[in-house]
């Protein structure tokens, strides 16, 4: 399905049989049927659920949603068969993908150089949009990139010996690098699809975009990792690995105190929007709070919630302006 496509793709056909052996292109046939359309009328079909359902013994078959790309007007001059299918439940209007990166940047990011402080998933995935979005970013992480890291880890593993700063949790990728990679929360979010678009562009398996257990693999993340960081590095992200963040320097003004610059542990002070994204097992190793009101403001988009302490959720996302 084109991009074109992808963006009108709003309306999902639900619960489609499909048996072990069959091809899904036996899918195209059967959403068409559901939704009381001709195969011709659709644009443009996606798989975007397809679970194992094995509850009657000795019958196990797969049940798929498909997202179908239909014409603008099919809802208002489709026919009858597709507005009694939309009707009946089986056919639902859905929400068109959103996409990484925003069409008119926020006013705080124009003509801004943003530094992000954590490499982990949501740290990248931050920096990638805000890549894509036109702004100049700096990706700091305290551990090392992932050869670096690999060697430390295994070390760790062989002798016991640990490196503080690069271990399972700390270096590119967070402690997401060293996960399963089983990404199946499957919130239903219109990020969804153009996040795990991303992944499938570095090498992770084309099925994690629909299969209900989505698993892309401890060792297959090992290649997309590298792949992400090239395509980022292509937009201008820059990447310090081994640099903390200790710190942060205020401003006291008249209207109060205002976040200045993070202070790294090697080099002078940065100053810079800010985007502290440090993940749940950082947030005590950082001896000063994460600022949570006055000057520095809440992006309206936040891409990792923390399920760590209430007090820390929703402030993954925090951007100062200059
Ligand atoms: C063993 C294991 C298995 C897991 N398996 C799964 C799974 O299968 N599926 C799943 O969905 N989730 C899994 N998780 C959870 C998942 O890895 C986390 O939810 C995810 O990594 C959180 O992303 P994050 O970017 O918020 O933080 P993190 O991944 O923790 O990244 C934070 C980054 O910030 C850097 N950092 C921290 N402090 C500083 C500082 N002061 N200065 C500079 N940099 C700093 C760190 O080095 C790190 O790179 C697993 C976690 C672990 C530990």
Same mark, same amino acid.
């Given at each position: 399905?084109?991009?074109?496509?992808?963006?009108?793709?709003?309306? /999902?056909?639900?619960?489609?049989?499909?048996?072990?052996?069959?091809?899904?292109?036996?899918?195209?046939?059967?959403?068409?049927?559901?939704?009381?359309?001709?195969? !011709?009328?659709?644009?443009?079909?996606?798989?975007?659920?397809?679970?194992?359902? *094995?509850?009657?013994?000795?019958?196990?078959?797969?049940?798929?949603?498909?997202?179908?790309?239909?014409?603008?007007?099919?809802?208002?001059?489709? &026919?009858?068969?597709?507005?009694?299918?939309?009707?009946?439940? %089986?056919?639902?209007?859905?929400?068109?993908?959103?996409?990484?990166?925003? *069409?008119?940047?926020?006013?705080?990011? %124009?003509?801004?150089?943003?530094?992000?402080?954590?490499?982990?998933?949501?740290?990248?995935?931050?920096?990638?949009?805000?890549?894509? #979005?036109?702004?100049?970013?700096?990706?700091?992480?305290?551990?090392?990139?992932?050869?670096?890291?690999?060697?430390?880890?295994?070390?760790?593993?062989?002798?016991?010996?640990?490196?503080?700063?690069?271990?399972?949790?700390?270096?590119?990728?967070?402690?997401? +690098? @060293? #996960?399963?990679?089983?990404? @199946?929360?499957?919130?239903?979010?219109?990020? !969804?699809?153009?996040?795990?678009?991303?992944?499938?562009?570095?090498?992770? &398996?084309?099925?994690?975009?629909?299969?209900?257990?989505?698993?892309?693999?401890?060792?297959?993340?090992? +290649?997309?990792?590298?792949?992400?960081?090239?395509?980022?590095?292509?937009?201008?992200?820059?990447?310090?690995?081994?640099?903390?963040?200790?710190?942060?320097?205020?401003?006291?003004?008249?209207?109060?105190?205002?976040?200045?610059?993070?202070?790294?542990?090697?080099?002078?002070?940065?100053?810079?929007?800010?985007?502290?994204?440090?993940? /749940? @097992?950082?947030? +005590?190793?950082?001896?000063?709070?994460?600022?949570?009101?006055? +000057? &520095?403001?809440?992006?309206?988009?936040? @891409? #990792?919630?923390?399920?760590?302490?209430?007090?820390?959720?929703?402030?993954?996302?925090?951007?100062?302006?200059?």
């Amino acid at each position: 399905m084109s991009e074109s496509e992808s963006a009108s793709a709003q309306w /999902r056909v639900l619960n489609l049989p499909l048996g072990l052996d069959e091809d899904e292109s036996v899918l195209l046939g059967r959403a068409a049927e559901r939704a009381g359309l001709s195969p !011709e009328e659709i644009r443009g079909l996606r798989i975007g659920h397809k679970a194992l359902d *094995a509850r009657k013994r000795g019958r196990p078959r797969f049940v798929v949603h498909v997202d179908l790309a239909l014409d603008a007007k099919i809802e208002d001059r489709g &026919p009858d068969a597709f507005r009694r299918a939309l009707g009946s439940g %089986q056919v639902a209007r859905r929400a068109a993908p959103a996409s990484l990166a925003w *069409a008119t940047p926020h006013a705080s990011l %124009q003509g801004a150089r943003v530094v992000v402080v954590g490499s982990g998933p949501a740290g990248l995935l931050a920096a990638l949009a805000l890549a894509r #979005s036109g702004v100049v970013v700096d990706v700091l992480d305290r551990g090392p990139a992932l050869r670096e890291r690999g060697r430390a880890l295994a070390r760790f593993i062989g002798s016991g010996q640990l490196d503080p700063e690069a271990n399972l949790l700390f270096g590119e990728g967070g402690a997401g +690098t @060293y #996960s399963d990679g089983k990404i @199946y929360t499957r919130v239903d979010h219109p990020l !969804e699809a153009p996040i795990l678009d991303e992944l499938v562009a570095c090498g992770a &398996p084309a099925e994690i975009a629909y299969d209900a257990r989505a698993h892309i693999g401890t060792d297959r993340l090992h +290649t997309v990792l590298p792949r992400l960081r090239g395509r980022m590095e292509a937009l201008g992200v820059k990447f310090h690995w081994g640099t903390r963040l200790e710190g942060w320097v205020w401003a006291e003004g008249a209207g109060g105190r205002r976040l200045k610059a993070l202070r790294p542990s090697r080099g002078s002070p940065w100053v810079f929007n800010i985007t502290p994204i440090l993940g /749940r @097992y950082a947030r +005590t190793q950082l001896e000063c709070p994460i600022p949570s009101s006055g +000057t &520095p403001e809440r992006h309206p988009m936040a @891409y #990792s919630r923390d399920s760590g302490s209430p007090s820390a959720r929703g402030r993954k996302i925090v951007l100062a302006r200059r």
